[in-house]
């Protein structure tokens, strides 16, 4: 079975003695299907070599029982499918058994971190039938082998829905008060932040007492501002959950508490993945608008639907708003629009629909931000205009 065991030089060892294990680790990527163990013994027999006790583990091996009792422990409390088992060993443990491959003339041993990993997943799965996930486990249990202690590092859960938000009066994600970081100060009003509440809020709240999570983020594709209405289709998101008990989510009743809120909706929940956090950040969907404007004197409705027909298909160049230049670097972007129509007339009063391209300034398309923005629809009719109100009618990223 093993003929790289025939060819070493055994006398080499001397006095140390080795335990099945670490005999059979030094051959660990031979003989597949095969414990280390169950390799170890007949090489033991063969060259009639000492086993205990172990020069190298120190037992360290006959211990994994107990490691997976505490793993086994530690998860109790926490609803999980998944696991990941890694360990902390003696650096000198590690160092001892580099140095014994080079003096046995071995390339291919098995670092004895892989066998406490592998042995300790493949007890915890039999005691727990929960299953070892190498790719993404919901947790990583961390085995110190030296201090017999077990540290969890719990996968964030993911959901993803579309939002629609339909006030004016709350932002997208929590937004904590600058001066006081979340204390709490008079500038705020003590509570620690700048709006009552958020989308992100509203969605989390039903979310977090299921899953008894510590901590929550809003990743939305793009965000609507403050006082920006997000109709139609909704806004895709991912809420991010840290630390879960949890993990089964009845999202019938998550969708049923948000949508009572009466300022949020959600449609399309189900479960995500931290792929999609990033897919919904690099999305570069078009977005349809409904602006209501007012001019500074009346425009002819006809002369309206000119100026939109020529900002519609039009390249349009816009220098970093006054609005965002505190925390945006001066710059100019060229950005499509890629239809602009109508809805209503009435004297200096109109409503139009916007289609743009991801990361437009839609207000400065209209008003021109004093002419930082190159062509706008003020500038082609030679009128200033003001935007009294925007909200997102459709993100295009979907048919
Ligand atoms: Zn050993
Ligand atoms: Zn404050």
């Given at each position: 079975m093993l003929a790289a065991a025939a060819g070493v030089d055994w006398s080499r060892l001397g006095e140390r003695a080795l335990c099945d294990a670490c005999l059979g680790r030094l051959f660990g990527k031979a003989g597949h299907g095969f414990t280390n163990p169950e390799r170890g013994r007949p090489v033991r027999s063969a060259h009639g070599l000492p086993a205990s006790p172990c020069s190298l583990c120190g037992g360290l091996l006959d211990e994994v029982p107990k490691f997976a009792d505490l793993v086994a422990a530690k998860l109790e409390p926490w609803e999980v499918r998944t696991f990941l088992i890694g360990s902390r060993v003696d650096p000198e443990l590690a160092a001892k058994e580099e140095a014994l491959w080079v003096e046995l003339g071995l390339a291919s041993g098995e670092p004895v971190k892989n066998e406490v990993n592998r042995e300790v997943g493949k007890l915890v799965t039999a005691k727990t039938g929960k299953a070892v996930d190498?790719?993404?486990?919901?947790v990583a249990a961390i085995v110190d082998t030296q201090f017999d202690v077990v540290d969890l590092e719990v996968a964030p859960l993911f959901l993803y829905g579309r939002y629609r938000k339909l006030s004016r009066e709350i932002p997208q994600t929590r937004w904590p008060c600058r001066r006081c970081r979340g204390k709490g100060c008079d500038h705020c009003g003590g509570k620690g932040k700048m709006y009552e509440t958020s989308v992100e809020e509203v969605v989390a709240a039903e979310v977090m007492k299921q899953t008894d999570g510590t901590g929550h983020a809003l990743h939305g594709m793009g965000r609507e501002d403050v006082d920006a209405l997000m109709l139609g289709n909704g806004r895709p998101f991912v809420l991010e959950v840290s630390q879960p008990r949890r993990r089964t989510v009845d999202l019938t009743m998550v969708a049923g508490a948000v949508n009572r809120s009466g300022v949020v909706e959600v449609e399309g929940l189900r479960s995500s993945d931290r792929d999609e956090v990033v897919a919904l950040k690099a999305d570069r969907a078009d977005k349809t608008y409904r602006a209501r404007i007012r001019f500074a004197e009346a425009v002819d409705a006809a002369k309206v639907k000119e100026g939109l027909a020529a900002l519609a298909r039009a390249r349009i160049a816009q220098r970093t708003p006054v609005r965002v230049s505190h925390r945006r670097a001066d710059a100019v972007r060229e950005r499509s629009v890629k239809g602009a129509e109508l809805l209503a007339a009435d004297g200096r009063e109109a409503e139009v629909l916007l289609t743009a391209e991801a990361g437009t300034y839609v207000k400065e398309a209209l008003h021109g931000d004093g002419g930082r923005t190159v062509p706008s629809l003020a500038g082609i009719l030679g009128v200033p205009c003001e935007v009294l109100a925007l909200d997102v009618m459709r993100i295009h990223d979907v048919g």
């Open positions: 190498l790719r993404r486990p919901d």
